[in-house]
């Protein structure tokens, strides 16, 4: 769960000290056990930050990562980082660069294996055919002995998820993780996560800029701009009845595939703002067709629509739910 989580970079560079890149303002996202939620937005709009903080990586400037019911940045938690670092693991979006090319895939399957300690030396190698069996990589004997170079884009991420999965996690924080393969491999990748999903009950932060993807995956979906949270909800409600002019803009961008899921036409496009000096208010009031004088005055409150459905944007202020053209 993250809670009202802000990260805020210093930025280093000569003649612009004191400024800082607002990576992320205001989080709050809980993911239950077993559930996909899909971060959806533009890229430099905070996704990967926002799992870097979940996996430790950054540290919040405010607010709270809560695992399990333990603050993870909690000093007394240090103690718990090995295991930790166990339950909560990542996919990255580029395959090859996530793999050692010097090293065979043995040695690079074996390592999680050992420094988490997860079965005696002797049963390594027969755990390791296991879970590359498990990606469909077969017959698995075969690819422990070859370097990366010598897998195609598709296989490699096989075998990032076989040592993401190795060592049994609860949370896999998936950055992008089909985004540089060939379209014809994105969906078996895709399906794979959502079985390990209903087997192991593993819980995902999806992160993608597709809302195409995020809706084939995701149980909720979460929109992000310029490092806020827009919009939550359950993946078919954003789907089909996007609230947040935001999201319907990514809506009219992404591929329509059924009858009836009209293209939205939006009033200005643009680009999401630098997150050095972000606009003032609600950070979307310079492309939104919908703003009024006081959006760019005051950063709107999340706006709960029903149990499961939030939306930052003051047109939804007081349970008023206007239809946008
Ligand atoms: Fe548009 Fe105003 Fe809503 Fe922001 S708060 S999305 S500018 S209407």
């Known amino acids: ?32 056990k077993g559930e996909i939620v899909a971060l959806v937005g ?14 430790r990586i950054y540290s919040p400037t405010g607010g709270k990562v ?12 240090k103690k718990k980082i090995d295991w930790y ?11 090859f660069g996530a793999l050692n090319p010097t090293h065979k895939i043995r040695s690079i399957l074996s390592r999680p294996f050992i420094i ?14 296991e879970v590359l069996t498990e990606v469909g990589l077969e017959p698995a004997e075969q690819f422990l002995d070859k370097f990366p170079h010598e897998l195609s884009g598709g296989q490699l991420q096989r075998i990032n998820i076989a040592r993401a999965i190795s060592v049994e996690p609860v949370l896999l924080l998936a950055d ?35 809302l195409a993807g995020a809706r084939y995956i995701a149980d909720r979906i979460a929109v ?8 939550i909800g359950p993946t078919d409600e954003v789907i089909q009845q996007a609230r947040h002019p935001y999201t319907k803009l990514l809506r009219s961008a992404a591929p329509q595939p059924e009858k009836g899921f009209r293209e939205e036409k939006m009033g200005s496009t ?24 006081e959006c760019s005055q005051t950063i709107p409150e999340m706006n709960q629509l029903n149990d499961s459905h939030q939306v930052r944007c003051i047109l939804y202020k007081d349970g008023n739910i206007p239809e946008l053209d």
């Open 42 to 55: 533009e890229s430099g709009s905070g996704k990967t930050t926002t799992a870097r903080a979940v996996a």
């Open 85 to 95: 670092r166990k339950q909560v693991q990542m996919i990255f979006q580029d395959p």
């Open 224 to 231: 992000m701009y310029a490092g806020m949270l827009v919009e």
């Open 66 to 77: 809560i695992f399990q019911g333990e603050d993870i940045y909690a000093p007394e938690y």
């Open 270 to 293: 643009g680009d999401i703002p630098s997150l050095i000096d972000p606009p003032s208010g609600c950070r979307f009031h310079p492309r939104c067709p919908y703003r009024k004088p």
């Open 116 to 129: 988490h300690n997860i079965c005696p030396k002797s049963e390594i190698e027969e755990k390791m055919v």
């Open 176 to 210: 992008e993780p089909t985004s540089m393969l060939d379209v014809s491999i994105r969906m078996t990748i895709m399906n794979m996560i959502k079985n390990f999903r209903d087997k192991d009950q593993i819980s995902y932060l999806y992160i993608t800029h597709n």
């Open 1 to 32: 769960e993250l809670k009202n989580v802000s990260l805020h970079f210093p930025i280093r560079a000569i003649g612009r000290s004191g400024e800082k890149v607002r990576a992320m303002d205001d989080v709050n996202l809980t993911i239950n």
